[in-house]
């Protein structure tokens, strides 16, 4: 009965799909993505500031790859770049939609009933979902890294790591708590700091493996 639900069906399908085109260019891999796109944030208001915060980030991403190989144009007319636009522009229109439709009901009584003051908020996050903040840890620490040009960004998960990076924080600025509000964050959390942990497991000392494995048993038992 929860919108979540959907939304993460809907987002584990568009990073396949997204996946998929950056692998072939097909045209119907990007329709079917822009098909998940649609149906998400549809789904669940802030699901459309995930998207447009992993597309944004996409274009951003590309721009930084092209400028670091030299190659300052052309990069916005590719293909990659034209799917990035067209999902960005679906969640634009999603968001003027919304704005358009509540502006004229500013008191929403369903926001009043799961708003919670700052500090028990964070606490309570804190205590429901550990591996919502370490996720974004991580991804605020990738971030400088690439910033920095000490780490190589990926196109695909560096981008979905500050979708939903920028969903949480959304939950955060609202102030609102509901067990189930970060479903997406945390299916997007499981991958991104999965894939990362298993990329440099082979690089990790016994103290880091051990670390990381407690984290997991942790994560799980919460």
């Known amino acids: 009965?929860?919108?979540?639900?959907?939304?993460?069906?809907?987002?584990?399908?568009?990073?396949?799909?997204v996946e998929r085109f950056e692998?072939?260019?097909?045209?119907?891999?990007?329709?079917?993505?822009?098909?998940?796109?649609?149906?998400?944030?549809?789904?669940?208001?802030?699901?459309?500031?995930?998207?447009?915060?992993?597309?944004?980030?996409?274009?951003?991403?590309?721009?930084?790859?092209?400028?670091?190989?030299?190659?300052?144009?052309?990069?916005?007319?590719?293909?990659?770049?034209?799917?990035?636009?067209?999902?960005a522009a679906l969640a634009a229109v999603f968001l003027l939609y919304y704005f358009a439709v509540m502006y004229p009901h500013p008191n929403m009584k369903y926001a009043d009933r799961v708003h919670m003051p700052l500090g028990d908020m964070f606490r309570s996050y804190l205590k429901l979902d550990f591996l919502a903040w370490f996720f974004a840890a991580v991804v605020l620490v990738r971030m400088y890294g690439i910033f920095r040009k000490k780490l190589v960004?990926?196109?695909?998960w560096d981008s979905l790591g500050f979708g939903g990076l920028v969903c949480f924080a959304a939950y955060l600025r609202l102030g609102i708590f509901r067990a189930y509000y970060l479903a997406p964050v945390d299916a997007i959390a499981v991958l991104y700091v999965g894939r990362w942990a298993i990329l440099s497991w082979k690089e990790m000392r016994a103290g880091s493996r051990a670390l990381a494995l407690g984290f997991a048993c942790l994560v799980a038992i919460q």
């Open 23 to 87: 692998a072939t260019e097909s045209p119907g891999w990007a329709a079917a993505a822009a098909a998940s796109a649609q149906i998400m944030i549809y789904e669940k208001e802030t699901a459309s500031l995930l998207l447009l915060a992993f597309t944004l980030s996409r274009l951003v991403l590309r721009w930084w790859n092209a400028r670091l190989a030299g190659k300052d144009h052309g990069w916005l007319w590719s293909k990659g770049s034209r799917l990035d636009m067209c999902l």
């Open 1 to 17: 009965i929860y919108p979540e639900r959907s939304v993460v069906f809907c987002l584990i399908l568009l990073v396949l799909f």
């Open 153 to 156: 960004p990926s196109l695909l």
